[in-house]
């Protein structure tokens, strides 16, 4: 059974980079033609597409976040990250990392993480 | 504000069918067949329900069915049951640059 499980500082101050890593269990991150997502939900609103990684390795970004954010994957360690850079308070949210099934036109998301709660505060 | 438009919750008692829509533009929802429905569970990973507007992943009950009519699609379930509350949320593609949108979440509650 495939597990994806976020991890992260849960506390990050106003102006750094929040780096949080997806830990993929029971399957290879390198396994078809897979592709891997970052989604957020900030306190009391909905959800937020952050950005998605794709199998032929483009990444594509929300753009209201495309000047701050940075989807990679190390298939090495059979992981994904997520960086977010010059955060402040807005960035407060729960961050889901999730994947994306194989095909040309997909965005949707099969398998998701539990979240991880990230608070911005000094 | 989301980008799609869910109504903030319904209800329903066990046994019944309830709808939850998800109204979006001609940019998304009413032009494409990429809408996908999740059913979250606070401090539980978000579960796939629906996918390319009336499409159920395997082990999906077939109580959860989706449509869509315009710029607006539905998931209905049918038969609730106790399990099934949680929160919705729908998503679609989009043609802006956004690529992916998301509906503000609708809150199930069976009576």
């Known amino acids: 059974q495939l597990q994806l499980q976020e991890s992260g500082p849960g506390l990050v101050k106003p102006s750094e980079t929040l780096s949080l890593t997806c830990n993929v269990t029971g399957g290879s991150i390198s396994s078809y033609s897979y592709s891997w997502g970052w989604i957020r939900q900030p306190p009391g609103k909905g959800l937020e597409w952050i950005g998605s990684?794709?199998?032929?390795?483009?990444?594509y970004y929300n753009p209201s976040l495309k000047s701050r954010v940075t989807i990679s994957v190390d298939r090495s360690k059979n992981q994904f990250s997520l960086k977010l850079s010059s955060v402040t308070a807005a960035d407060t949210a729960v961050y889901f990392c999730?994947?994306?099934?194989?095909?040309?036109?997909?965005?949707?998301?099969?398998?998701w993480g539990q979240g991880t709660p990230i608070t911005v505060s000094s | 504000q989301s980008a799609l438009t869910q109504p903030a919750s319904v209800s329903g008692s066990p046994g019944q069918s309830i709808t939850i829509s998800c109204t979006g533009t001609s940019s998304d929802v009413g032009t494409y067949k990429y809408v996908s429905w999740y059913q979250y569970h606070p401090g539980k990973a978000p579960k796939l329900m629906i996918y390319d507007v009336n499409t159920r992943p395997s082990g999906v009950s077939d109580r959860f069915s989706g449509s869509k009519a315009g710029d607006t699609a539905s998931l209905t379930i049918s038969g609730l049951q106790a399990e099934d509350e949680a929160d919705y949320y729908c998503s679609s593609y989009t043609s802006s640059s956004t690529l992916v949108v998301f509906g503000g979440g609708t809150k199930l509650t069976v009576l």
């Open positions: 999730a994947r994306l099934p194989p095909g040309i036109a997909v965005y949707y998301f099969d398998y």
């Open positions: 990684v794709y199998y032929s390795g483009s990444a």
